[in-house]
Structure formats: C-alpha cells, structure tokens
C-alpha cells in the first residue's frame, strides 16, 4: 500500500527570505564557489560569501523589475556560474517567475530552447556580456517573442539593490518554470511554488539527515537548468546556509576525476549525479587517477534522474573503496520535475553509509506479467531499491482503474505532497490530467490531489522499486518489457557496442508489437575490425536467451547520432521517429561507401 506521510510541521517558508537572513547572520561564510577550468586546469575556484550573495540577487531583483512586474518570466539564458544562482535568486526576490534554461550556444538543444522560451514568453532575458551575441542571435534566427528589455547580470552596478527590501512572498506564489526534459513528449513547464521549492529541500535534509549538518558541503556540476542541479546548488545550501562548491558540466565530461577531487577536499560532503555519470567516472578510476584522493568524508552520493542499474552501484563502490568510499554511500532515489525532484530515497529506509544499497532479484518473467517475486534462479533480474519518501505520499495505482495496487503488483507511481507543482504552464488539459489525479477506494491516504507520474514500478517489503516509463514499455506477444532491460542485454553482447548508447522501442506489427534496437558503434574498436553480421548474431542471440524476444530489427549507428534529452538521457521517442524516417546514421551505409 501507500508509503509516507506527510509532514505537518514542514517550513514551506520561501528560501529566497533565508538568504536575506544568511547575509546577516553569516555575512563573511562562504555561499558559493564556482570553479572554473576554461581557464586553469586545475581550476581557479572564485567565491561568494552570503553577504555577497545576496547583494548580487538584490541588484538582479531590481534590474529585474526595470522590464518586468511581478508574475511576468525572467528567461535565464546564461552558462554555468555564480551569476546564474544569484540570478535565480534575484527572480525570486523580484516575484517575477524564473525560467532556468542555457545559453543559445550549447550545442545539441536549439530545438528544445525554442520549445520552451516560446512557451513561457518572457518579458525580459538575463544573460551575460560573453552569451549576448548568442542570445541576439537566437532572437534574430528564430520566430520566438521579443523579450522587453536583455540584462547582463556580469554588468549589473551592485549599487542599485542597497535598500530594496524584500517583498512579502508567499509560499502559494509561483518561484520559476522546470521545463522537463522531454524524453518522452515536448518540454513542459512545471510550474514550481517557493513552497514547494523549499519543501522539496527539507524533505531531503530530513531524509539522509546528515552528521553536523551545519558543517556539510555540496560538490556538484549538474547543469543549473535542470531540476537536480538547481535543488542541489541552491535550494538545499539555502535551509541551513551551507557552502556549495559548482563546476560547469563540460569541465566533468572532460575530465571526470575532477568531481572526486573536488569532493576529497571536503571533510563533510555530499553530492548527486545521474547514474551515467558515476559509470562513467568508475570507468576512469585507476592508480594514477586515485592517487591523492581521500573520500572518507564523502556521506551521500545521491544517485538518479535515471534508471539506475545495480552494476553501476557495484562498480562506482568498488573503484573508489581503496580511497576511503564507504559501502552504502551511494544513495539510489527516484524523483522527477513534477515533484519538484526529489520523491523517494535509498537514505529514508537504509541511513548507515557503512550498508551498500538494496537491490533485489525477482523473477524475470513473473515482472512481465506485472509482479515483483523475489528470486535466487540464475536468470533472476536484479532491482535497485528507491528506498521510500518523506514528508510526502508515493502509492502505486492500476491506472485504469485508479485503485490502489497491493505490494508486489506493478502499477503507475502515484505522489502527493507539499513539493508537487501546481501544473503545466499554459496547458490545463495536461494539468488536469497529470496532477488533478484521484484513487478510487482510498483508505487512510488523500482521495485526490495526486500527481501522476508516468513511471511503472512496485513496492517490496517497504521500499519502492521503480521499472520503466509507461510510453516506453515494450508489449511483445502479451508480455511486458521494459526497454532499458533490453538495452543493457544489449550493450553486454558485443564489445562492439558503446555502453549507455542503446535504445530500446516498440513499433507496430500485423499481430503484436515488434522490437527494434538502435546502438551506437563503440569507437575504440576501429572500424576496419568490424564484424556487423557477427555483432547482429551476438546481439540478437543474447536478447533471446536473456528476454525468449525476437529482435525485429538490429541497427549499428555511428557515434554520437543515437538522440538523446539535454539531461542525457536516451530519448527513445525521437529514436523511433528517426528509424521510421530513415534518418539514423547506420554504420553499414558508411562501411558500404
């Protein structure tokens, strides 16, 4: 049945109004530090004490309300840096609504950027004097609305905010716009309350309630426009006053043992990522790499945003233990925009960091056919536990026929609680749809209010195991499958195959859906010792043994072409629609030349 409750006592008070506080009684304390390694390798780190914070957003705040009134759109159009904190912070002390987004010249996310800056049509844009030519070029290329005025927040006099106080804000009021990431269907902008905001961030803190909590610190380079990022970097340091330490995401990507090295010079940190990223920097963890570095202080590595695959856990654990990694420090948890993140955590049922993760192993076929039951047979699957929530509500429902599923029955993931947002801006029909959800039949749980969250998954002996989205659930001759399955039987057929690069879908049939899968070419094996028939043979066979599924049809794409969410994630949607195109970049065409 339903896991949680509510908090009665949780402080929706806006965190923006905690800043202000922070100034004050902590003026001199280090707020932020953004490291930048554009321009030293091994990073010039530049800080904000809150005083200094403060008097940025201030200024902003004012700047703001130059082209603006309250309840107008402020589009953050600016890259990775403290100036895009205090931005966001000077929206909310303006109550003009924020729109996270990025700077035009990010590469692989114009469409989306349109997408969304048309949709919530602001009345100014904040950017930054190096981004303006992008941002101006962006206006003249595309037919998008003309914001009032542009602000350079590099260039904003800090004079100007001296005496501006504060307006009364209530936590009902909006704060900004999450646009998703669109893995599924086009961006959609969640409209996210300065109650929610900080309830979101209580409620973590309540849920791994770390050791001298004062004393914590958040190393993080996420990307600010996304909903992980902005809690992690912002919302979270603001409840308690805490220093968080921001490096741009390229600057990961680059080098990824820079995260860890950030984090060893911390005694008391914690950080989150999305599950491809601690692969990827358990991928780059050998002797030389590790030398120097000290993770004993490290308490929570927050894992999600993704489906998160229990080898991952195991490798990352593995890697770092020589360099003082505890077992049960990385922490699984399922969250997404519509709850503002943060839903359920690993931390909420297993708080000893010295205990790895949960995972269970249920029987393979048992979970296509929608049940979750435990099993020691060699062909098990293995789930990764999403612990459970705090201070909200997570019940897993049939929804048809929006009644309760019990324990061990799949079902749609259901949420309610203070951190869910009000809806999708502009589009009532999908707001009514997503988050005006009632059970049927409830019984010691709300009827409605309820945000439908789109995920299938199940509940076991407490905790939440989440399987797959609903849009990509695979239905091959009556059986479920879930497409991420798929796709790492996949990756584990042939070395041919870049890991994390494989879509999974669905397309029509004469009597039942069939199969495709797409994958990326691995570029470190070179192309002239390329085998496509033996990897089709290698893949294909896996997949039968592992799911008893017929492959429709295998195609090897070049690296880079398989279409991915500007949060990484693989969209399998825009994947389908380039198959059925005939758009893919199929290695065979080029070896064909």
Known sequence: MALGSLLPDLDRRPLVGLLAEHAVTKPAAKAFTFVDYSSDRDGAKHTLSWAEAWRKARAVAVSLLEYAEPGDRAALLLPQSLDYLTSMAGAFAAQVIAVPLFSPDLPGNADRLVRAYSDSAPAVIVTTA?????????????????PRGIVLSDEIDESIGEGYELPSISPDDLAYLQYTSGSTSAPAGVEITHGGFAANARQLWTSWDPPEIETCEAVTWLPLFHDMGLVTALALPLVHGNHVILA???SFLMRPIRWMRLISECPNVYTAGPNFAYDYVAGQANAKSLEGL??????????????????TVENFTRAFAPVGLRPGVLRPAYGLAEATVFVSGSFVTNPDPSVPARMLKVDREALTQGR????????AQSLVS?????????????PETRRERPDGVVGEIWVHGPNVGLGYWNNPERSAETFGAVIEDAEGIPAGGWMRTGDFGGVHAGELYVTGRIKDLIIVDGRNHYPQDVEVTTEAASPAIRPDYVAAFAVSGEETERLVVVAERNRRLPVAKLDLAEVERAVRAKVNQVHEMHIHEFVLIEPGSLSRTSSGK???????TRYLDGDLVRTADRLAR
């Open 294 to 311: 000290d993770l004993s202080g490290l308490n929570v590595c927050l894992n999600g945003a993704e489906p998160i695959r229990p080898s």
């Open 248 to 250: 741009d995401p390229m």
């Open 372 to 379: 979750i039951v435990p099993s020691d047979a060699d062909k």
């Open 570 to 576: 693989v969209a399998r949607a825009a994947t389908r």
């Open 130 to 146: 190096a981004a303006l030519p992008y941002v101006e070029k962006f206006l003249d290329e595309h037919d998008v609305p003309r």
């Open 386 to 398: 999403n612990g459970a929530p705090q201070g909200q509500y997570v019940a897993v429902v049939d």
